[in-house]
């Protein structure tokens, strides 16, 4: 089936730095690809929708200037989040279509669990 | 507004059978899908309906009724792993995924 891979795992910084996520679909080609956040206990809130080779659209109240997204391939998706602050701390997951219609599931990387100190 | 509404919490024995009921209020539908999550972990896509009536998948199986606006997954032979949170997502107009805070399955032995 279709697989989605998300690097790192898991990352803990200091505030004010800068951080970078990576996501790859690995056997299949995602012109889009969703990022979302989930703090504890909460359930998955879309921040914004990656699309290759434009900008992303993003959600309200997610700053674009803070969660700088970049979808340069079919394949990969980057979302860095800069001037980490220690409430950007929370769970991040990316997933992709695997197909192009809307009946095709969501396939979701493993998340990347970041703490900022 | 868009809605999904599901219950928070939910305990069940294992060996035994639970009905996650899931009711959504949307601008359009376009299928609806169920996802599992375990604790830290992302979600897995465990089914989808687009129409009426019940999907079986092994022990997992998903009901939708588009005239009530209702769907539930039901697990059979519960197992200590089935306890997750399983998370109800709607597909509305614009192929948008709307999801619902997502029920805690507890499973005790």
């Known amino acids: 089936g279709a697989v989605v891979s998300q690097h790192p795992s898991r990352v803990i910084c200091k505030s004010g730095t800068s951080v970078k996520i990576e996501c790859r679909s690995l056997?299949?080609?995602?012109?889009?690809m969703f990022w979302y956040r989930q703090f504890p206990k909460q359930s998955l809130m879309l921040m914004a929708t990656?699309?290759?080779?434009?900008?992303?659209?993003?959600e309200q109240g997610v700053e674009k200037d803070k969660f700088l997204i970049n979808h340069a391939s079919l394949t990969l998706s980057t979302l860095t989040v800069t001037s980490a602050h220690p409430e950007d701390s929370s769970f991040y997951i990316c997933?992709?279509?695997?197909?192009?219609?809307?009946?095709?599931?969501?396939?979701f990387g493993n998340g990347t669990r970041l703490t900022v100190t | 507004g868009q809605n999904i509404d599901q219950p928070t919490e939910m305990t069940a024995t294992e060996g035994a059978i639970v009905q996650i009921n899931c009711t959504y209020q949307?601008?359009?539908?376009?299928?609806l899908f169920w996802y599992q999550q375990h604790a830290g972990e992302a979600p897995t896509f465990l089914s989808y309906?687009?129409l009426d009536g019940l999907e079986e998948k092994g022990r997992f199986s998903s009901f939708l009724s588009r005239s009530k606006g209702y769907s539930y997954l039901l697990l059979k032979e519960l197992q200590m792993k089935d306890s997750a949170s399983y998370l109800c997502?709607?597909?509305?107009?614009?192929?948008?995924?709307?999801w619902g805070a997502g029920t805690k399955l507890i499973i005790k032995p």
């Open positions: 309906n687009v």
């Open positions: 997933s992709a279509r695997e197909g192009t219609g809307g009946s095709s599931p969501l396939h």
């Open positions: 949307t601008s359009g539908f376009n299928g």
């Open positions: 056997d299949f080609q995602a012109t889009t």
């Open positions: 997502a709607v597909s509305d107009s614009n192929y948008q995924l709307i």
């Open positions: 990656s699309n290759e080779g434009s900008k992303a659209t993003y």
